[in-house]
């Protein structure tokens, strides 16, 4: 499953085979939010940003209620101190989730929906992002921000700028930090 999703590396993506195995994965588990992350990754590789935006909103939701029902499995625990004995269950086995809004963030700004781009960077844990990751989020953080319709230009020149000091040779920061210097 690994090569055919958005974890593989890029040369051996294929995005019609992770996009069918991620439909079948869902079927089989529908609550599992990180197969609704990955299959938006894919859709809005393929072109599809409005139903990328749709899957990732979905993935919130899943993870939101996922976590909600722990949290209340956990009080229920603690409240009568009985464990349910099916908790070694395929279906309670969590796959790692990355930060959603980020993604969300792209999609959004990609239909220059720049105040709700905004509001999901707002959002993203940036702490737990490596260097590459990070430049390229602040990158598109900047260019939001430096839009025709937020224009909050020095902000968006400072996010571009700390994006070149971590990634000075990628060409989105390039283009964002170009952007930025340039707008008005």
């Not at 956990?74 to 099916?86: F, P």
């Amino acid at each position: 499953m690994l090569a055919s999703t958005m974890t593989y590396p890029l040369e051996h993506r294929d995005i019609t085979i992770a996009i069918s195995v991620l439909i079948e994965a869902i079927k089989i588990f529908p609550k599992e939010p990180a197969y609704y992350y990955y299959l938006g990754l894919a859709t809005y590789m393929k072109g599809d940003v409005e139903e990328a935006i749709k899957l990732y909103q979905g993935t919130i939701d899943l993870d939101t209620q996922r976590r909600l029902e722990k949290e209340e499995k956990r009080s229920t625990i603690s409240v009568d101190g009985n464990e349910d004995s099916d908790n070694d269950r395929i279906e309670d086995i969590e796959l790692p989730l990355p930060d959603v809004w980020p993604a969300l963030g792209t999609a959004m700004q990609a239909l220059e929906r720049n105040n709700e781009a905004i509001d999901c960077y707002i959002r993203a844990n940036i702490d737990n992002m490596e260097d590459t990751q990070k430049a390229i989020f602040l990158a598109h953080y900047g260019m939001a921000l430096c839009s025709k319709d937020i224009k909050k230009f020095e902000e968006g020149r400072e996010m571009t700028g700390q994006a070149m000091r971590l990634l000075e040779s990628h060409t989105e920061v390039i283009e964002a930090y170009n952007y930025c210097k340039h707008a008005t």
